[in-house]
């Protein structure tokens, strides 16, 4: 069964460390996106990438970093984590074509930054 | 750039009911438009999405919503409730040329009563 697999599922980090959120994607899928949620501002859309060893800016993109080294894996960073990064992250994939603008999405990690 | 409102932060019915949850976008160019359910501390699960011909579109465990052009409506209704529909939900909207950037709503939280 296609997935889209988050790690870790939670974590727990100080201000100014620096956070790796991974995702992995079983759909064979060119398009990857990270989203963040907050209560009352649904999802907002961060990194984006159409394909391995490229990432685009989305919406709110300040204060993070991604990664796509291979098609199945997308990565975000948090170089220097902030109070106000505490969030929870989704990852999701969709296909380029026949099925496109449907985005399978992973289980969230839920990131406390202290 | 594409916006989506959905008006009501919560609704609340019993089970069997009739439900309706309303969005609202702006955009004047092509769109798709689509709707997602997250259950609780679940990532976001599609439920189904628009983009042209009939303005009636069905989905999953009996959903269905119903675009409007001259209203720039997308709403989502069931017919008859179950306990298990409650959950939070969200639309969103994607211009045909922003590459499948979805931009969401802030989403509806569904409460269904025994």
């Known amino acids: 069964e296609a997935a889209v697999t988050q790690s870790p599922r939670s974590k727990v980090a100080v201000t100014g460390g620096k956070v790796t959120l991974s995702c992995h994607q079983t759909n064979n899928h060119d398009y990857m996106y990270w989203y963040r949620q907050d209560t009352g501002h649904g999802l907002r859309l961060i990194h984006y990438?159409?394909?391995?060893?490229?990432?685009e800016k989305g919406d709110i993109p300040d204060g993070y970093k991604a990664s796509r080294p291979s098609q199945e894996n997308f990565s975000l960073i948090l170089e220097l984590a902030s109070l106000s990064q505490t969030a929870v992250y989704f990852c999701?994939?969709?296909?380029?074509?026949?099925?496109?603008?449907?985005?399978?999405f992973g289980a969230g990690t839920r990131l406390s930054v202290l | 750039t594409q916006t989506v409102s959905q008006s009501d932060a919560h609704v609340t019915v019993f089970e069997g009911d009739s439900v309706e949850l309303r969005c609202n976008y702006s955009?004047?160019?092509?769109?798709?438009l689509s709707w997602y359910i997250q259950h609780h501390g679940r990532g976001l699960q599609f439920l189904l999405k628009y983009y042209s011909g009939n303005p009636v579109v069905q989905g999953v465990n009996g959903f269905e919503a119903e675009f409007s052009k001259s209203d720039s409506s997308f709403h989502l209704r069931k017919a008859s409730v179950h306990w298990s529909d409650s959950a939070v939900y969200f639309c969103?909207?994607?211009?045909?040329?922003?590459?499948?950037?979805?931009?969401f709503g802030q989403g509806t939280i569904l409460k269904v009563y025994l």
């Open positions: 969103a909207v994607s211009a045909t040329s922003s590459g499948q950037k979805l931009v």
């Open positions: 955009y004047g160019g092509s769109i798709y």
């Open positions: 999701a994939s969709s296909p380029r074509l026949g099925g496109q603008n449907t985005l399978y």
């Open positions: 990438s159409y394909v391995a060893d490229s990432t």
